[in-house]
């Protein structure tokens, strides 16, 4: 997280972009004078005492998307739409203290995956000048790689916020469809366009997911995580990856490399299983192939008509084409998408993700500028234009990069409200830190046989539960051994009491009600004061007077350590 003040963390933005050998990132910057004005605001902010987990931090947001005092030109030149207010997820990070540096390159109103369909220029790949860097959130995802902001906002409807992550070596976070409200942002196909978060690590871009998810009163579509959504992947998680025969479209060393993450997640524990990959790359392809591409030419069809000076050629054809469709080709597909989903769903039941590679190639520019037909384009969707269809939530992390091939990249795609799930599978593969993405859920403060290693755990990290931190309680505390199978403690309160260790972790609302309605006399669930001062929701449980005091072993482990030396080993018997 932030290591530098707001000021210098600005100052190393614009003495970066100075610096850059990267070319056709930007569409415009903000004044540097301007975004130090704005950090000042956010160093004053934080001496009267003001929280902001973002202060020290910089970004840049996609063309398509509102700031205000800022055109939107979604790769337009004549497009002039300059915002009057921000989009909502712009504003809630300013607030949370990240300061603005400028709006990015993209392919033309959001449509393609490569990057090079802009008039403001071709963004080349930070990790390959030759190749591209993806789209159509080109500049986000360079201008991150390249170290020039500290995150980025992106869009993504058919892989545009996981593409580029891939292309450029870094995250690209898609969270589920509504919960970061996408109002300030120009339509591509409103049914499925979501916000996406560039980052250098896991962390930071659950750190940004963590602000930027909020409805929006401006924003119809908007949602929120509900009360049963995990909040951990299980402690033994199950994924699914495409049957060889699908992953043909990959060169050798793709498949080589995928293989080899595959590899790395079994080293990790987690369980693979094969499943066909069909339903979900069907699906894929009516994004573009079918009626659903109707919604390009609802979006902006009739002014790339209107205009076509400027308009990119690839992106003109795919809205004239859109502008075809008749309307009942459009609820047919829709129909085939809903049973297409059905059998997507039941592949997956018992899985907790599916790993995909991110993009099956990635090309050289030259190839791109020369396919007058976008084949390349098509085929970069294979693994990534299925998830908005499907209404499910993925991060891309990145895997390999060489100068042969380029880079490569996986994709940790969830079932929607599932994004907690594949964040900590992704910080895993990468050896990250857990992160947690969200504020949801309810703290609960555990003392015994629910702590980590104790037998009753699993039932907190099956419900999807999440440890938070070592706690102790306040000082006038006493520990009784309540018995039952497995043996367990009590905490209670007292005036000549100890400070308690435990742990605490977060659960679902709705987990934490099933955990409740097990749970046996005398043990309940009531408010426990701690060292730090903080009142939490704990196990506690009444004392009735006959219950063994285990106050004077400090610990419910130091009892549990004790009690089995204690307990001589069986004596085998042969017979």
Known sequence: ?????????????????????????????????????????????????????????????????????????????????????????????????????????????????????????????????????????????VAVAEGLVD?????????????????????????????????????????????????????????????????????????????????????????????????TSLPEAFRTAFAGAVAQLVSRGVTVQKIDFSPFAEAGRLLYEGGLVAERAASFGRFLAEHPE?????????????????????????????????????????????????????????????????????GLGTFTNFVNLMDMAAIAVPVTHTTEDGAFGITFVTRAFHDQVGIDLAADFLREPPALSTTAGIDLAVFGAHLHGQPLNRQLTDLGGRFIDDITTATDHRLYLAGGSPPRPIVAPSASGISVPGELWRLPLTSLGRLLTGLPAPMGLGQVSLSDGRTVCGFIGQVQGVEQDITSFGSWRAYVDAASEATPAPIPVHL
């Open 310 to 378: 400027g308009t990119d050629p690839h992106v003109g054809r795919i809205a004239a084409h859109a502008e075809e469709i008749p309307g009942v080709t459009v609820i047919q597909d829709q129909q085939v998408l809903a049973e297409l989903t059905r059998r997507g769903r039941e592949l997956l039941q018992g899985v907790d993700a599916l790993v995909v590679p991110t993009a099956p190639e990635h090309p050289l520019m030259k190839d791109v500028l020369a396919d007058g037909a976008g084949l390349i384009n098509t």
């Open 1 to 141: 997280m932030p290591t530098l003040s707001p000021t210098a963390a600005v100052e190393r933005s614009y003495a970066r972009i100075a610096a850059t050998h990267s070319s056709h990132l930007w569409i415009a910057l903000q004044d540097e004078s301007a975004a130090l004005k704005e950090a000042l605001g956010v160093e004053r902010a934080l001496e009267a005492g003001h929280e902001m987990p973002l202060a020290g931090l910089t970004f840049a947001v996609k063309d398509n998307i509102d700031v205000a005092a800022f055109r939107t030109t979604a790769a337009h030149p004549g497009f002039d739409r300059r915002a009057v207010v921000s989009a909502s997820v712009v504003s809630r990070l300013r607030a949370a203290g990240a300061v603005f540096i400028g709006k990015t390159n993209l392919d033309q109103f959001a449509t393609g995956l490569v990057g090079t369909r802009s008039p403001f220029g071709q963004p080349s790949s930070a990790l390959a000048p030759e190749r591209v860097s993806g789209g159509s959130s080109s500049g986000s995802a």
């Open 151 to 247: 995150f980025s906002l992106g869009t993504d409807t058919a892989g545009s916020g996981r593409v580029p992550a891939a292309f450029n070596g870094i995250i690209g976070l898609k969270p589920t469809y509504g919960l970061v409200a996408a109002d300030g942002v120009v339509p591509a196909c409103p049914s499925y366009d979501c916000v996406s978060v560039f980052a250098p690590t896991v962390a930071l871009s659950a750190a940004v997911l963590r602000i930027a998810s909020a409805p929006s009163e401006r924003y119809p579509h908007s949602r929120v995580l509900p009360d049963t959504a995990p909040l951990s992947a299980p402690q033994d998680p199950v994924v699914a990856i495409p049957q060889d025969q699908d992953l």
